[in-house]
Structures are given as structure tokens and as C-alpha cells.
């Protein structure tokens, strides 16, 4: 595994950064000033630096086909990982969850006209989707446990049952659900039992029915929303790649997802640790700098050692994946799934404790910060899971 970017993503990490400086950064204060007057619509701004972003040719860089910057998962994870150091920036370039992952899902696995419909507004950033597979009612940390059916009647299928976590169903732009549900519950396989169904938002029978916060946090203007679907009747042509092959396009988007989670999660640790030096060095108690005490050196430092730690086994992660697929990469992906977030949350910790009650006020954002990334160790799959997965195969070998 080579330790040095090509020169080409060098030069993308330069104007990334540069856009961030000279753009996102400056505009923060902007977005949630423009997010507090109004919680449920997309900040204006965001369309602004949407349209300059686009100009500047950082669009889409996550998709490595024709349609976008045609980057391998090592190439982007360098790029993610800058987007992640501001929670909203990702949207600015098209590259936010789980627009993402939909995207790639249609790119991957749609139709000529599933791809006209639905994945070329996506491209162009015209719209938001959501991705709904969580079920309040089952232990969804075992995705063949869902119970949402969708059967077929005529030349329709219907959809009923009730879905919660699906991020992004509360914004006004969001058009399309992609729906994960049974179509034959009482196949053999548990793994061809689940199909994924394309669902317009306006679909008649499709309620949204609340906001999930996490730890108070409503993560507006997309939220995560507790959805019923109801009789809800979509023709035959919006099934995903034919029936029973649900989990099958599951796992194909969870892989990338995973590696840009973390890598954005990495980013995010890469703010909280400069937060934390900026402001040890700026106050002082009992006669001298905090930055000074020993307490506060070691844990600059072991924050510092736990980030490049993360980086690394994510960066491993990433090019197995290019190289060898996700299959076989399965257990590094596994990895750093449980290794990004509890790094995530165990360098927000410190830095909140070093900002004092300013850390709790949530005034520099580590709040929330905290709150995302004590989630992602439930979302995409619990730890245990992936804990439970790294055993397996680790065992495997002593066969």
C-alpha cells in the first residue's frame, strides 16, 4: 500500500481545502444563523456554495463511475475526511449521506429509466432522498429481522409498515424513498427474502410521522423520521434489480458508506483535537496555562496517536477494498467501523472537558459533534455486530 497520494488527488486535496477556507468556513456562522430563523429549509447558502462548488469541478467526488469524479475509495477518503471537519460541508459538493449511498445504489443497480427518473436529479443535487431499511418494532441490527412487506397486486406493488432513523425524510427536497422490505417471507434463504423498492415521497399512504433528535439534537433541516407506509402502491418497474435481492444491494451500499463515515469521522476528530489545543492555550488556571498540565498533554497526545491510528486502518480499509473487493475486505471494513467512532467520541470527550462548561453549552459545536458520533456506533450496524464479525473471521483462520 502506497503512503503517498497521486499527484492528482494532491491536487484535489489543495483545491478542496482551498474552497473550505475561502468558502465553507467563512460561511458557518452564516448557515446556522440562517438555520435558526428557520429550522426545516435548506440555508441558502448551501444552493449558493452548491452552484460555486459545481463550477470549481468538486461535485460528486464520491462516485467513482462515469458520472463522477472517477476516484477509487483510497483516492476520496483523503477528500471525505476534509469535507468531514464541518458537519453541513459535505452537501455543498453532493456528497452527503445517504444521498450518497442512494446514488450508488441507482448507479449500481437501476434501470435506464430508474436512472433517468431518479438518479440524474440526484447528480445534478436537484433533490434529497432517504434511505428507510431501520424498524422500531425488530432488532434491526440483524437486517433480516424487518417486517415491512411489499407485495405484489396487478401490476403494483404495496407497501405497509413502519420505518424510524431514515435520515433526510423530514427536508422539503427530499423526493424519493429507497424502501427495504419482504416480498417472500417464507423463502428458505432469510437472505432472498428482502427486496428494495423505489417510493416517491408523495406517494399516497406515505406518512412521515415525527423527528427522531438524537440526544436532543433534531440534526434539521433533514432529521431522521419515523415513517409509516400504508397501502402505499408503486408500480412494478420501481423494484431494485428483481426480487430477493434486497440484502444483496444492502451490503453493496453499506461497504462505501462505511469507509466515507469513517474518513468524515476522522475529519471531524481533526477539528475537535485543534478546538482543544486553541483553547488550552488560551486559558489558564491555578497560575498557569492549562495546555501545561501533564493531563492535558497526554491527552493531546493520545488523542493525536488514536486519530493516525484511525486514519490508517481506514486508508487499509479503503484500498482492500479497490483492490481485492469488499468481501475480502470485509473484516478490515468491520474495523473501522467500531475503531473511527469510539476514537470519534474519546477525543470529543477530552475536548469537551478542556473547554469546561463552554464544551457542554455546545457554544464550539461539540455537542452535537458528541451526539453524531456516539450514533454512528448504532447506524450501519451496531459494534457488537461488527465485533461479533471480526471474531468469526479471525477464528476462521485457525481452522
Known amino acids: 500500500m502506497e503512503f503517498t497520494h497521486s499527484t492528482k488527488v494532491v491536487a484535489l486535496q489543495e483545491k478542496l481545502q482551498d474552497f473550505m477556507d475561502c468558502h465553507v468556513h467563512p460561511s458557518e456562522k452564516r448557515y446556522a444563523d440562517e ?3 428557520n429550522r426545516w429549509q435548506t440555508p441558502s447558502v448551501i444552493d449558493e456554495l452548491k452552484q460555486k462548488a459545481r463550477a470549481e469541478g468538486l461535485w460528486n467526488l464520491f462516485l467513482p463511475g462515469e458520472h463522477g469524479a472517477e476516484l477509487t ?109 419482504k416480498t417472500d417471507p ?27 433528535p438524537v440526544f436532543g439534537f433534531d440534526d434539521a433541516p433533514y432529521g431522521h423520521g419515523e415513517v409509516v407506509f400504508e397501502n402505499a402502491r408503486v408500480p412494478l418497474d420501481n423494484i431494485l434489480l428483481g426480487e430477493g435481492r434486497g440484502f444483496e444491494i444492502a451490503q453493496g451500499r453499506l461497504g462505501p458508506g462505511r ?19 486553541r483553547r488550552v492555550k488560551s486559558r489558564v488556571a491555578f497560575g498557569a496555562p492549562i495546555a501545561e ?3 492535558t498533554l497526554e491527552r493531546i497526545a493520545e488523542a493525536r496517536i488514536a486519530i493516525e491510528q484511525a486514519r490508517l486502518l481506514v486508508l487499509k480499509a479503503a484500498h482492500m477494498m479497490d483492490t481485492v473487493g469488499p468481501q475480502a475486505a470485509r473484516a478490515e471494513i468491520a474495523m473501522i467501523k467500531v475503531a473511527a467512532p469510539a476514537m470519534l467520541c474519546r477525543v470529543l470527550d477530552w475536548a469537551v472537558q478542556a473547554h469546561g462548561g463552554a464544551g457542554v453549552a455546545n457554544d464550539f459545536g461539540l455537542g452535537y459533534a458528541y451526539a453524531s458520533a456516539r450514533a454512528m456506533r448504532i447506524f450501519d450496524g451496531p459494534d457488537e455486530v461488527h465485533r461479533n464479525q471480526i471474531g468469526r473471521l479471525e477464528l476462521r483462520k485457525y481452522n
Open 293 to 295: 498540565q501533564t493531563v
Open 35 to 37: 438555520l435558526e430563523a
Open 259 to 277: 469507509i466515507h463515515h469513517c474518513m468524515r469521522a476522522i475529519g471531524q476528530a481533526e477539528a475537535a483535537l485543534e478546538k482543544m489545543c
Open 186 to 212: 417464507a423463502h428458505p434463504d432469510r437472505h432472498r427474502q428482502q427486496s428494495m423498492i423505489l417510493v416517491p415521497h408523495d406517494t399516497p399512504g406515505v406518512t412521515v410521522l415525527r423527528s427522531l
Open 73 to 181: 475509495n483510497l483516492e476520496y477518503a483523503p477528500l471525505c475526511e476534509i469535507m468531514g471537519r464541518v458537519s453541513w460541508s459535505p452537501e455543498v459538493f453532493n456528497c452527503s449521506a445517504p444521498d450518497t449511498g442512494n446514488m450508488e445504489i441507482l448507479e449500481r443497480y437501476g434501470n435506464d429509466a430508474q436512472k433517468k427518473e431518479w438518479l440524474k436529479p440526484l447528480l445534478d443535487g436537484a433533490v434529497r432522498s432517504c434511505f428507510a431499511m431501520t424498524e422500531p418494532a425488530v432488532a434491526s441490527s440483524d437486517a433480516t429481522n424487518i417486517e415491512c412487506r411489499i407485495e405484489r397486486q396487478g401490476d403494483h406493488y404495496v407497501i405497509n409498515g413502519r420505518k424510524w432513523w431514515s435520515s433526510g425524510a423530514l427536508n422539503p427536497r427530499c423526493k424519493l424513498f429507497i424502501v427495504m422490505g
